[in-house]
């Protein structure tokens, strides 16, 4: 095997330049096969995308039906000549000098009946990853991250890492996992936040990518128990300095994406990403709620949106928009209220157009010891589990803003996915734990 490794720099993105009649080896899988009587077609499949190989009988010889043999999805070593060749995907094929078959596959298990049903084909999703699709969506979903990342990295951000075993809430009880950790009951992290909250007064700007966990029952299109969680904290920033960030984070992950995996993007939705250039609308909660109760949807003022709100009230959008000043009620104890309008918070969520909704929350966060015991003890939870949370405003704990982006809900609207569970490798939701 140890004679491979060199392989491992082929790739099939340097074909469209190699000369006609050049020997040039490949690695990959076979994606499919076509088979005539002197004549076999595969579809590699490598790292980088898909190149047609064609085995001739008259060059292969006795060997011919044998390669004809390979079983589809098999990993395969490839040596052959460059063919340039209209008809072939990308202009370009390789005819087989020799094929070594490195792991063969058994029958792939993926037929037309399994395919149609969403259920079998997440029951495989270990082996339905390496459609063309999924490959596409992660490949994007890939794009995503790393833009988040180049731009909290340029923009003097420090990346942290929090623990995933908790002891308290951030975004209520309810949807806590809760654990046994050794003989103490311990929870899984809903959200960085906190941590963030103590590392900034060290670097001032601090991030996160890490999962985040929700006993979420609600069977919506836009809930995962498991997600990936951009989280940022920045010190001496107020709730319209962190709208601002976060608009200027999505733009650039857009404006990315699109350099990044341009032909992933067209694949998958059919053309470019969603248009996000001009400045995003902001609405405050009340009139969030007026245009509701417009349409005819029940809801007072007080209550929080749920799927079904969030998605009448994007609809009424074709870009993405804040929905700003959250009313207390509807808002975990660390938000800030508004000093001069006490019933809201300094809070927003940035929602998606076209029916998808939020797709980030943030707000401005308490930052004074005495204020936050009395809302503690106002939403009537107990201070004694929030010990070093509020410790931290002891110590020098300026004014401070941050937010959290779901990463499946962001890339579900970018790419006009049916579900979040298809914008991720291995989804969790309540129903499946499995693969
Ligand atoms: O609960 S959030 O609204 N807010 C927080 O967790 C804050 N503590 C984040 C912060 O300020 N650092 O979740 C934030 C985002 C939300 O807008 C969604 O995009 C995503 O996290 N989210 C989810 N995605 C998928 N599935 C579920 N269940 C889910 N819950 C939140």
Request: proline share 5%.
């Amino acid at each position: 095997m140890a004679g491979l490794i060199k392989w491992r720099n082929s790739d099939s993105r340097k074909l469209s330049s190699a000369r006609e009649g050049e020997e040039v080896k490949l690695i990959g899988w076979i994606f499919t096969k076509r088979v005539h009587s002197n004549k076999v077609f595969f579809m590699l499949r490598d790292r980088y995308g898909y190149v047609q190989l064609v085995g001739d009988a008259d060059k292969l010889g006795k060997r011919f039906s044998e390669v004809a043999d390979i079983p589809v999805e098999s990993a395969v070593a490839v040596v052959g000549w460059v063919k340039r060749d209209p008809r072939a995907p990308g202009g370009v094929e390789v005819h087989i000098k020799n094929i070594d078959v490195v792991a063969k596959a058994e029958v792939w298990p993926i037929t037309p009946s399994v395919a149609k049903s969403p259920d079998s084909m997440f029951d495989l999703r270990h082996l339905t990853i390496r459609g063309p699709k999924s490959r596409a969506i992660l490949l994007a979903r890939s794009a995503l991250v790393q833009s988040a990342w180049e731009y909290f990295i340029k923009n003097g951000y420090v990346l942290i890492t929090a623990p995933t075993f908790i002891t308290s809430a951030v975004e209520g009880g309810a949807t806590l996992f809760e654990l046994k950790y050794f003989d103490k009951k311990a929870y899984l992290t809903q959200s960085s936040q906190f941590y963030e909250e103590a590392a900034i007064c060290v670097f001032e700007k601090v991030f996160v990518i890490q999962p985040s966990f929700r006993a979420e029952k609600s069977r919506t299109r836009k809930h995962l128990t498991e997600f990936l969680h951009i989280e940022a904290e920045v010190a001496f920033a107020d709730h319209e300095d962190i709208m601002d960030i976060e608009e200027e984070l999505l733009k650039y992950i857009v404006n990315r994406m699109e350099e990044i995996v341009p032909d992933e993007i067209k694949y998958v939705r059919g053309k470019g990403l969603p248009d996000v250039d001009s400045r995003f609308e902001r609405i405050s909660y009340d009139e969030a709620i007026e245009l509701l109760q417009r349409k005819g949807v029940e809801i007072e003022w007080g209550e929080d949106f749920g799927a079904d709100e969030e998605r009448v009230l994007s609809m009424e959008f074709d870009k993405p928009f804040f929905v700003y000043g959250f009313p207390v009620s509807t808002r975990s104890f660390y938000h800030m209220d508004d000093p001069r309008r006490p019933e809201v918070t300094l809070s927003s969520d940035l929602m998606a157009p076209m029916g998808y909704g939020e797709i980030t929350s943030g707000g401005q966060r308490i930052h004074d010891y005495k204020y936050l015991i009395e809302k503690i003890k106002r939403m009537g939870l107990n201070p004694e589990d929030y010990g070093w949370y509020i410790d931290i405003r002891r110590y020098g704990m300026p004014p401070h803003s941050g937010f959290g982006m779901g990463v499946e809900r962001v890339l579900r609207w970018l790419l006009d996915l049916p579900h979040v569970r298809d914008a991720t490798l291995f989804p969790r939701t309540p129903t499946r734990l499995y693969p």
